[in-house]
């Protein structure tokens, strides 16, 4: 089990310069329950089954499991909620931290948002001048509830 | 993914003779969608995650996968709907098959399930004489409806 602290951003689209570290990403859901999350995901040439409790704070609990690739498309042609969401993940490197961001396609086209993965609730950090307002703990931003009211409908 | 193909039975207990061979489970749900269930397991020494989908006749998708028992340990008592399924199986073989008889404990103590899983739908097979009622199908015996409506308040 890992304990993820993580804060969410959206970010000014006009100013972020790109990166060329992507990798594209299929995900969708088994439990949208935001008590037990359990998420399907292929990421890349990888599959991974993962599970998450609720937030306490900006921590959250992680349970994460390759699986294989064959098995992660079933799921998420057969099993999983619909709509399936569908993103490139980009890497922008800073300092001894990684920017994730997440530039989302199909229903959620046009929503960008950058996370970053924290070793300690107050580690201090830099913030590049593209990244925008937070939005860590706003439930409309989770993946998960990104699946039930997309991005497109708002 | 494996297709399971399994029947399920209430057994006659005072003419079933018991066996020695037997382990200990502890199970709970992440999801107790009947469409997309998600179980937690130890089993004995040994923990797994299983996913199943929905029925078809007495066909079922399931995908499982071998985890820490630690993480079983963490996820069923933090993250899995309660009460938590406690039985002991029992593995009675017969022939090329075994029967699993499982005797449930706790909030489902009375309850004893025989299961057999068969290679193929129309495969004919011997029931011992203490094998009683069909109940394959009925969803009250599912086990992630045993955590919603336990045997004690039938």
Redo the contacts between chains.
């Keep these: 089990?890992a304990k993820e602290i993580e804060r969410k951003f959206l970010i000014k689209t006009s100013e972020w310069p790109g990166c060329s570290r992507k990798t594209y990403f299929k995900q969708g859901y088994?439990?949208a329950?935001p008590?037990?999350v359990?998420r399907v995901r292929i990421a890349g040439e990888k599959a991974f089954?993962t599970?998450k409790?609720a937030n306490s704070g900006i921590v959250r609990?992680e349970?994460e499991?390759e699986?294989p690739v064959?098995?992660a498309h079933?799921?998420l042609d057969?099993?999983?909620h619909k709509p399936l969401i569908e993103k490139i993940r980009y890497f922008y490197p800073q300092e001894n931290l990684v920017w994730e961001i997440d530039e989302f396609l199909g229903d959620n086209k046009g929503l960008f948002i950058a996370e970053i993965e924290l070793p300690s609730e107050d580690y201090a950090f830099f913030k590049p001048q593209w990244i925008g307002e937070e939005v860590t703990g706003d439930k409309r931003y989770y993946n998960s509830n990104l699946v039930k009211n997309p991005y497109n409908k708002w």
Tied chains: 1, 2.
């Design positions: 089990m088994l439990s329950d008590e037990r359990v089954i599970i409790g609990n349970y499991y699986i064959d098995d079933q799921m057969s099993l999983c």
